[in-house]
């Protein structure tokens, strides 16, 4: 058989070339009376076609054509982030403005940019995107609760990194997109090209910058799309206390049958993500919460999950919701059945996908809770080995321990980070801490004391030893811990006193071994425990010596004493 056009049977109008371009040109008509907007700010609205919104599908379309991005056997979109694979947080500015200087906590977080600098790469970053046949735009929201929420719109010339930001932000109906209005926020991505290093406070060919009297974002010199999300999160960071008077904060957030809301502190690579995801309770969101006077509410639309040796027996929700939509982000596949290989980190450690959070089936949908929380679960990787796999905390050991914040960066959430390597991030949220700790945690506090809140602090890291002589404690373990939390067995254990730091451990945990509870018993060696374990206490308290002038004594003495 012949076919006309070279091609087996299609359904006709697919090969009518004016089809699909007629198709885009509606996408960019949705911009209607915002292109007064576009062209103000500088784009070129006669050279490129801007897209706002587009669908999944034509995003789709657009990276296998132009990115290099491959399609997935499962159906998620398989794309790469270039040289950059994680974060850079020694590129992160904050303007020195007059409207949020007085507010922002300064230091090697938060490191100042002149507003002229600023006004140099965001011009920068528009003349780049000028130059693309493509640019996308994204609007959508940040925060579920209507009352506390904001209006983010994202510009950027990388189709991956529209669909990144569909599945990561709260998506408007058809009605809510035609009534948008001013954004509250906006993002500048124009990640392909570099910063000048030559411009005053530039420390390389990278900038990722936030104007808060402007409130806008700027990237250059980096494509790992993670940098927006983590830029709408330091907004929000921002705006809730100082706007709203609600607490922002870096954690997950799952809800019992019978109400029971729970918080997951822990920085990446703890287990945020995986403990949260629980086949008995309703995912609230994996990552940045509100706490408000009303409830728990997600800032987030969508799930950035590690894919590091991801696999369907031990996080199935996660595993399931790669699918059609998702981005699987600097993931090896094999060339011919397009199958992920998660296993392989050849590319990076910091392998991720991102998905809407509808994709998980026991989501909480709208991701909002109108009842305080019950638990608070704060996690650490514990690179030396030391700390017990759980422990209660005191309301003041809450406190120290918040700002402490003690865990370990793992391979591949930075640049540069190969093998675990044992950190202090206050608040568990550091890179993305915006004001001072201390009005974080009394804010915490303040909540936890109110509504009677218990709080453990689970670790999730090594056990038996240190890194590289020791074993992370198995997952099973930790998610019998978890259970026996939220069933309330916890609550009713017996406890003893676990020395130097003064935790109060369980004696025995149906299901989980004696020998793992203390972490003690768990090393062959027992004076090698103690010498590590005397060593992390000393860096609990050079560490929280930073804030010891603006907490009360008795927070002080809930640390490691020695």
Same mark, same amino acid.
């Given at each position: 058989m012949v076919y006309t056009h070279g091609t087996p049977y299609v359904t006709p109008h697919i090969l009518h070339k004016h089809y699909a371009q007629s198709y885009d040109a509606e996408v960019s008509n949705l911009i209607g009376r915002d292109l007064e907007y576009f062209s103000q700010a500088g784009f070129d609205m006669d050279r490129i076609q801007i897209k706002r919104n587009a669908p999944p599908a034509l995003l789709y379309e657009d990276a296998i054509r132009n990115e290099g991005a491959v399609i997935s056997s499962s159906g998620a979109l398989i794309n790469f982030s270039g040289k950059k694979t994680g974060r850079s947080p020694k590129d992160k500015r904050i303007v020195y403005e007059e409207t949020s200087r007085d507010e922002i906590w300064w230091g090697s977080v938060n490191i100042k940019m002149d507003e002229h600098t600023f006004e140099i790469n965001r011009e920068r970053a528009i003349d780049y995107l000028n130059t693309r046949d493509n640019v996308y735009v994204f609007d959508g929201y940040a925060g579920w609760d209507p009352k506390y929420r904001i209006k983010v719109r994202v510009i950027c010339a990388r189709a991956y990194h529209a669909l990144f930001m569909n599945n990561m932000l709260i998506r408007p109906t058809e009605e809510e997109l035609q009534n948008f209005g001013e954004p509250d926020f906006i993002i500048y991505n124009a990640g392909q090209f +570099?910063?000048?290093?030559?411009?005053?406070?530039?420390?390389?060919?990278?900038?990722?910058?936030?104007?808060?009297?402007?409130?806008?974002?700027?990237?250059?010199?980096?494509?790992?799309?993670?940098?927006?999300?983590?830029?709408v999160f330091s907004v929000m960071h921002?705006?809730?206390?100082?706007?709203?008077? /609600?607490?922002? $904060?870096?954690?997950?957030?799952?809800?019992?049958?019978?109400?029971?809301?729970?918080?997951?502190?822990?920085?990446?690579?703890?287990?945020?993500?995986?403990?949260?995801?629980? +086949?008995?309770?309703?995912?609230?969101?994996?990552?940045?919460? *509100?706490?408000?006077?009303?409830?728990?509410?997600?800032?987030?639309?969508?799930?950035?999950?590690? !894919?590091?040796?991801?696999?369907?027996?031990?996080?199935?929700?996660?595993?399931?919701?790669?699918?059609?939509?998702?981005?699987?982000?600097?993931?090896?596949?094999? +060339? *011919?059945?397009?199958?992920?290989?998660?296993?392989?980190?050849?590319?990076?450690?910091?392998?991720? !996908?991102?998905?809407?959070? &509808?994709?998980?089936?026991?989501?909480?949908?709208? @991701?909002?809770? /109108?009842? /305080?929380?019950?638990?608070?679960?704060?996690?650490? @990787?514990?690179?030396?080995?030391?700390?017990?796999?759980?422990?209660?905390?005191?309301?003041? /050991?809450?406190?120290?321990?918040?700002?402490?914040?003690? #865990?370990?960066?793992? +391979?591949?959430?930075?640049?540069?980070? $190969?093998?675990?390597?044992?950190?202090?991030?206050?608040?568990?949220?550091?890179?993305?801490?915006?004001?001072?700790?201390?009005?974080?945690? &009394?804010?915490?506090?303040?909540?936890?004391?109110?509504?009677?809140?218990? !709080?453990?602090?689970?670790? #999730?890291?090594? #056990?038996?030893?240190?890194?590289? #002589?020791?074993?992370? !404690?198995?997952?099973?373990?930790?998610?019998?811990?978890?259970?026996?939390?939220?069933s309330g067995e916890l609550a009713k254990a017996e406890y003893e006193t676990f020395g130097v730091f003064n935790l109060q451990v369980p004696t025995a945990l149906e299901g989980v071994p004696r020998e793992l509870l203390n972490p003690r018993h768990a090393w062959p060696n027992t004076e090698a425990f103690e010498r590590e374990v005397r060593k992390l206490g000393g860096m609990f308290q050079k560490a929280f010596a930073l804030y010891e002038s603006d907490v009360e004594e008795k927070v002080r003495l809930a640390g490691p004493q020695l």
């Open positions: +570099p910063a000048n290093r030559f411009t005053k406070g530039m420390s390389s060919t990278t900038s990722v910058e936030i104007n808060f009297k402007r409130m806008e974002m700027v990237i250059l010199g980096t494509e790992y799309a993670g940098e927006m999300k983590k830029g921002y705006l809730q206390p100082v706007k709203f008077g /609600q607490l922002s $904060l870096h954690s997950s957030a799952n809800v019992g049958e019978a109400g029971d809301v729970t918080l997951f502190f822990g920085l990446s690579g703890t287990g945020k993500t995986t403990l949260s995801a629980d +086949p008995r309770r309703k995912l609230i969101g994996d990552d940045e919460h *509100v706490w408000s006077d009303d409830g728990v509410f997600n800032i987030e639309g969508g799930c950035y999950a590690k !894919c590091i040796n991801l696999s369907a027996e031990k996080e199935p929700e996660i595993f399931n919701a790669i699918r059609f939509g998702s981005v699987l982000e600097n993931v090896v596949y094999h +060339p *011919v059945t397009r199958v992920p290989d998660y296993d392989d980190a050849s590319i990076t450690e910091n392998t991720r !996908c991102a998905y809407p959070i &509808e994709y998980i089936a026991n989501a909480q949908i709208p @991701c909002f809770v /109108q009842s /305080q929380p019950k638990n608070i679960i704060m996690l650490t @990787c514990d690179a030396f080995g030391v700390l017990p796999p759980v422990s209660k905390l005191t309301p003041e /050991q809450a406190s120290y321990h918040f700002l402490a914040g003690y #865990t370990s960066k793992t +391979p591949g959430t930075e640049d540069g980070v $190969l093998e675990p390597i044992p950190t202090f991030s206050t608040c568990y949220s550091a890179p993305f801490i915006v004001l001072h700790p201390g009005r974080y945690a &009394e804010m915490l506090a303040e909540r936890m004391s109110k509504n009677n809140v218990d !709080c453990w602090l689970i670790n #999730t890291g090594w #056990t038996g030893g240190k890194f590289g #002589t020791g074993k992370r !404690c198995p997952l099973k373990y930790t998610r019998r811990i978890v259970d026996a939390v939220h």
